[in-house]
């Protein structure tokens, strides 16, 4: 009898410990859509963003995010605008932009790169819901007397990349290549150079005035040619290190692009961006 007693105690004491803890929370989820101009709206969903652009015969989408983003999105729409998206414009075959696409097939046709088929295949996950339409480089759009027009720029980030460009509201929609005074992403997986300077050339040569990308602030023109130089900066630094002879190692530990070091991410991805060149550069990858 003793033994229970103590063993009910302990019990009750746990039971008071959790009910005084209060529920398990689930960790919050940002998501917000705000204008950009015009009819043009972005959507965010924590670090990933997309746009969207509002027509009176429907809506043009851009990258879906996830299910549960795509689902909040498309119940947004419905009770905002009171319209269905029409058309689902990706940017590129990764999941973590192009998943969640299946909320949206009762209503859309799903617009990408050709390159994206194969892409997507090759990645193993079936997340990821295929194109109806494919182009290969460029397309327009139009619905509701509105248009969004999609540009192929070659290899970057991936070698499916559209940027989806809105000439009305004067903006482009560029995802995981370019953004405003921050660092690309760690170690530049599934990416190619010089490609990738190339590509960012081909927006600068687009008329635009905002660029929307899918990480990070809305950018300036001058913010996207800033973002150029930068690969140029890396790349050059990092070529410099290889041509010398120099390890990986060693060319982490002597490169500092100094010019750079009020970015985002600069003190968290800058070695690892060296890395990535140097793999891609010396052909390692």
């Known amino acids: 009898m003793k033994r229970w007693g103590q063993r009910a105690g302990f019990i009750g004491l746990a039971l008071l410990a959790s009910l005084m803890a209060g529920p398990t929370v689930a960790q919050d989820v940002t998501r917000e859509i705000t204008?950009?101009?015009?009819?043009?709206y972005r959507f965010q969903n924590n670090f990933h963003f997309s746009v969207f652009l509002v027509t009176p015969d429907g809506i043009i989408a851009t990258?879906?995010?996830n299910a549960e983003a795509a689902q909040w999105l498309k119940d947004e729409l419905a009770s905002r605008f009171n319209q269905p998206v029409k058309y689902l414009i990706y940017s590129h075959h990764h999941p973590d932009h192009a998943s969640g696409g299946e909320v949206f097939a009762d209503t859309a046709t799903f617009i990408g790169h050709e390159n994206m088929v194969a892409a997507a295949a090759a990645q193993g996950s079936d997340a990821v819901r295929l194109p109806d339409i494919i182009f290969s480089d460029t397309m327009t759009?139009?619905?509701g007397g509105k248009t969004a027009e999609l540009?192929?720029?070659?290899?970057n980030h991936s070698d499916n990349m559209?940027?989806?460009r809105f000439p009305d509201e004067k903006t482009v929609f560029t995802v995981d290549f370019i953004s405003a005074n921050r660092l690309p992403f760690r170690t530049l997986g599934d990416s190619y150079y010089p490609d990738w300077i190339d590509s960012i050339k081909?927006?600068?040569a687009l008329d635009f005035e905002i660029a929307a990308p899918g990480h990070g602030a809305l950018a300036t023109r001058e913010n996207v040619v800033a973002h150029r130089q930068y690969?140029?900066?890396l790349t050059a630094a990092v070529q410099a290190q290889i041509d010398a002879g120099k390890s990986v190692e060693?060319?982490?530990a002597a490169i500092t692009l100094d010019k750079y070091k009020d970015w985002g991410q600069y003190d968290a991805w800058l070695s690892e961006n060296v890395e990535g060149a140097y793999r891609i550069l010396s052909g390692s990858s």
Not at 35 to 40: A, F, H, R, S
Not at 151 to 155: F, I, N, P, T
């Open 35 to 40: 204008k950009i101009d015009g009819d043009l």
């Open 63 to 65: 990258d879906p995010i």
């Open 141 to 143: 759009v139009t619905l």
């Open 151 to 155: 540009h192929y720029v070659g290899k």
């Open 162 to 164: 559209t940027v989806v």
């Open 202 to 204: 081909a927006v600068e």
């Open 231 to 233: 690969h140029e900066d």
């Open 250 to 252: 060693e060319a982490k």
